[in-house]
């Protein structure tokens, strides 16, 4: 249940208040960036007394135009606000000492989904070494974890898989905000930017996405449901595959499915057999309009969560990448580098964190992997205690 207290974003009270009122800022945003009544907060910023000198886009553009994964965003004009537009995802992640010129603080509200793989909360860490390096601070308007504060789960980061999905040594899922995120990439991993994160009111870590007053805004082009976003931190492991996580579909990550599965019934009824908490995989056909397999047959399921609070994504992505190895391992096939701006190791390594589900799967033994991660994650819960917001 929500909270008693009135919901509040940290942009609401950022700008309630008033608390940067006759300072220039540059805006990390994109359509996401949107509060309960529509606003946005490039609109909420002007309001509130704050002076836009230049904006700031994440992957897939600011306008969240660019529907395809991995194409880079041009640097542009906000014609209405006269002001340069620049892409964090272009042949810079990080401000530049040009596009910080003339600015006293950069305000990030970007709107993460709790999967350490997520491209955002690197493009937030990055925007907090350009700041430190240039003298700015950094404010951090803090937003719900969609798929919920308290759940934690899958394998942690082992050290030399860092990429641009995975800075840090976190969980697959996360269970924390992105203001959270903040101080704990702040502080703990030694960025030491000048940071202040401007908490939610009236939200607990037990509270859904959408028992909370903001609308659902896709917060990438490929997650356009609340749905979408609780079955990412698993089937997002499909992109380090060849199967298709459901693109070029109206359900991706959703729907996932191969050319090699011909009987989608039995597929399904074999994951269904493992009684795996809280989902049932209905069988399913479908062709996606572009990505993998454009235009072809794929078989394969749809991902039905039952029970939010018992599913656990990140355990039903590993048995369905086995799943579709297990069809056929001889057109299943790992994805080759490039994969996010690295070119040596297989996506599938910097997805996961390690070599290890790609030597699991390829083995062909039964996958476990899931009984590892409690022990693996333990001392990061220690170390999350610490950066934790809300009750």
Same mark, same amino acid.
């Given at each position: 249940?929500?909270? *008693?207290?009135?919901?509040?974003?940290?942009?609401?009270?950022?700008?309630?208040?008033?608390?940067?009122?006759?300072?220039?800022?540059?805006?990390?945003?994109?359509?996401?960036?949107?509060?309960?009544?529509?606003?946005?907060?490039?609109?909420?910023?002007?309001?509130?007394?704050?002076?836009?000198?230049?904006?700031?886009?994440?992957?897939?553009?600011?306008?969240?135009?660019?529907?395809?994964?991995?194409?880079?965003?041009?640097?542009?004009?906000?014609?209405?606000?006269?002001?340069?537009?620049?892409?964090?995802?272009?042949?810079?992640?990080?401000? *530049?000492?040009?596009?910080?010129?003339?600015?006293?603080?950069?305000?990030?509200?970007?709107?993460?989904?709790?999967?350490?793989?997520?491209?955002?909360?690197?493009?937030?860490?990055?925007?907090?070494?350009?700041?430190?390096?240039?003298?700015?601070?950094?404010?951090?308007?803090?937003?719900?974890?969609?798929?919920?504060?308290?759940?934690? &789960?899958?394998?942690?980061?082992?050290?030399?898989?860092?990429?641009?999905?995975?800075?840090?040594?976190?969980?697959?899922?996360?269970?924390?905000?992105?203001?959270?995120?903040?101080?704990?990439?702040?502080?703990?991993?030694?960025?030491?930017?000048?940071?202040?994160?401007?908490?939610?009111?009236?939200?607990?870590?037990?509270?859904?996405?959408?028992?909370?007053?903001?609308?659902?805004?896709?917060?990438?082009?490929?997650?356009?449901?609340?749905?979408?976003?609780?079955?990412?931190?698993?089937?997002?492991?499909?992109?380090?595959?060849?199967?298709?996580?459901?693109?070029?579909?109206?359900?991706?990550?959703?729907?996932?499915?191969?050319?090699?599965?011909?009987?989608?019934?039995?597929?399904?009824?074999?994951?269904?057999?493992?009684?795996?908490?809280?989902?049932?995989?209905?069988?399913?056909?479908?062709?996606? *309009?572009?990505?993998?397999?454009?235009?072809?047959?794929?078989?394969?399921?749809?991902?039905?969560?039952?029970?939010? &609070?018992?599913?656990?994504?990140?355990?039903?992505?590993?048995?369905?990448?086995?799943?579709?190895?297990?069809?056929?391992?001889?057109?299943?096939?790992?994805?080759?580098?490039?994969?996010?701006?690295?070119?040596?190791?297989?996506?599938?390594?910097?997805?996961?964190?390690?070599?290890?589900?790609?030597?699991?799967? *390829?083995?062909?033994?039964?996958?476990?992997?899931?009984?590892?991660?409690?022990? &693996?994650?333990?001392?990061?819960?220690?170390?999350?205690?610490?950066?934790?917001?809300?009750?």
């Amino acid at each position: 249940m929500m909270s *008693t207290v009135s919901f509040a974003l940290g942009s609401d009270v950022l700008f309630d208040r008033r608390l940067l009122a006759g300072r220039t800022v540059g805006l990390v945003c994109n359509p996401a960036s949107i509060d309960a009544r529509f606003t946005h907060v490039l609109d909420r910023a002007a309001a509130g007394g704050v002076t836009v000198g230049a904006i700031f886009g994440p992957q897939h553009g600011v306008r969240s135009d660019v529907q395809e994964n991995m194409i880079e965003s041009a640097h542009g004009r906000d014609e209405r606000r006269r002001v340069p537009v620049y892409s964090l995802y272009s042949e810079t992640r990080e401000p *530049t000492a040009e596009m910080l010129a003339g600015l006293d603080a950069l305000v990030v509200d970007l709107q993460d989904v709790g999967t350490r793989i997520y491209t955002y909360i690197y493009t937030m860490a990055n925007c907090l070494r350009a700041a430190r390096t240039h003298g700015l601070p950094v404010v951090v308007c803090d937003r719900p974890n969609p798929i919920g504060g308290r759940l934690v &789960e899958g394998p942690m980061l082992d050290p030399g898989f860092e990429s641009f999905v995975g800075q840090f040594p976190i969980p697959m899922r996360h269970g924390m905000t992105i203001g959270e995120l903040a101080r704990l990439f702040n502080e703990t991993f030694g960025i030491g930017a000048k940071l202040e994160v401007v908490a939610m009111q009236g939200w607990s870590r037990t509270d859904d996405f959408d028992r909370t007053p903001l609308p659902w805004v896709p917060p990438s082009p490929n997650l356009p449901t609340i749905e979408s976003a609780i079955v990412y931190p698993g089937t997002v492991l499909f992109e380090g595959t060849n199967v298709s996580e459901g693109r070029g579909t109206t359900k991706p990550f959703e729907l996932v499915g191969a050319p090699w599965v011909n009987d989608a019934d039995v597929f399904a009824a074999a994951l269904n057999a493992r009684r795996l908490p809280g989902v049932y995989f209905r069988p399913a056909m479908f062709e996606p *309009t572009f990505h993998k397999h454009a235009g072809t047959a794929c078989g394969g399921c749809q991902i039905h969560v039952t029970d939010r &609070e018992a599913f656990r994504p990140v355990e039903t992505g590993v048995a369905l990448v086995a799943a579709f190895h297990h069809a056929d391992p001889d057109r299943f096939r790992w994805r080759d580098p490039p994969y996010e701006y690295e070119y040596v190791r297989p996506p599938i390594d910097i997805l996961y964190g390690s070599t290890r589900l790609r030597d699991a799967v *390829t083995a062909g033994g039964d996958v476990t992997l899931a009984r590892a991660w409690p022990e &693996e994650i333990a001392p990061f819960l220690t170390l999350r205690d610490r950066f934790l917001l809300y009750a």
